[in-house]
């Protein structure tokens, strides 16, 4: 049990620690899932819609594909609470949260590609292929920047804050210098 008793920066336990970033990862699944959810719905719909007989064989394939990816998405997304269901009380908590982080940015990806096939089937339908696939492309762009490159920023630039405030705190110079700066987010 001495794991239990290390603390980190935060002042808390590898188990608090734990149990605080499965509180927030849950967080971030109930938020994603809503979208997941939404995204699903309307495609379900889209069968049963006076068009849908209309669709060209390359189109029944974005469709088909894009519906597919939606369904594993949502259970990518929903396998965390299984996980924990499952493990819940043997003493597996930070496995639980290091695999549920795993199964969430594999849904982020899969979701990047499940909203690229939906507005490339939307915008194709509407305007036209080379439309479609514009949009479709720019889809993936944005959301590969907004959830990829953003995050590798802002982390970057976090730890350059770090270790220019580390530094000052080392020679005795900067605001920081008597510990009173911010405390990293781990």
């Known amino acids: 049990m001495a794991e239990e008793s290390h603390r980190t920066p935060r002042e808390e336990t590898t188990l608090e620690r734990a149990d605080r970033n499965f509180g927030e ?5 109930r938020i994603i899932q809503t979208g997941v959810q939404i995204l699903f719905a309307f495609l379900l719909t889209l069968a049963f819609t006076a068009r849908f007989p209309t669709l060209d064989t390359a189109q029944r ?3 088909i594909t ?6 594993l998405a949502a259970a990518l997304f929903t396998a965390p609470a299984a996980l924990h269901r499952t493990l819940f009380q043997r003493g597996a908590k930070p496995e639980i949260v290091r695999v549920s982080s795993r199964l969430a940015g ?3 990806s899969v979701l990047m590609l ?7 089937l939307v915008v ?12 479709g492309s720019a889809t993936l762009l944005v959301c590969g920047a907004l959830w990829g490159l953003l995050p590798q920023l802002v ?5 350059r804050i770090e270790a220019r405030a580390a530094l000052e705190v080392d020679t005795g110079s900067g605001p920081d210098a008597a510990g ?6 781990r």
């Open 25 to 29: 990862l849950l967080q971030e699944l």
């Open 61 to 63: 394939a974005m469709y």
């Open 66 to 71: 894009t519906l597919l990816l939606a369904v």
């Open 106 to 108: 594999a849904g982020m």
């Open 114 to 120: 499940a909203l690229t096939g939906s507005v490339l």
């Open 124 to 135: 194709d339908v509407v305007l036209g292929r080379v439309e479609g696939v514009i949009a």
């Open 155 to 159: 982390g970057w630039h976090a730890a």
């Open 180 to 185: 009173g700066g911010p405390v990293a987010d």
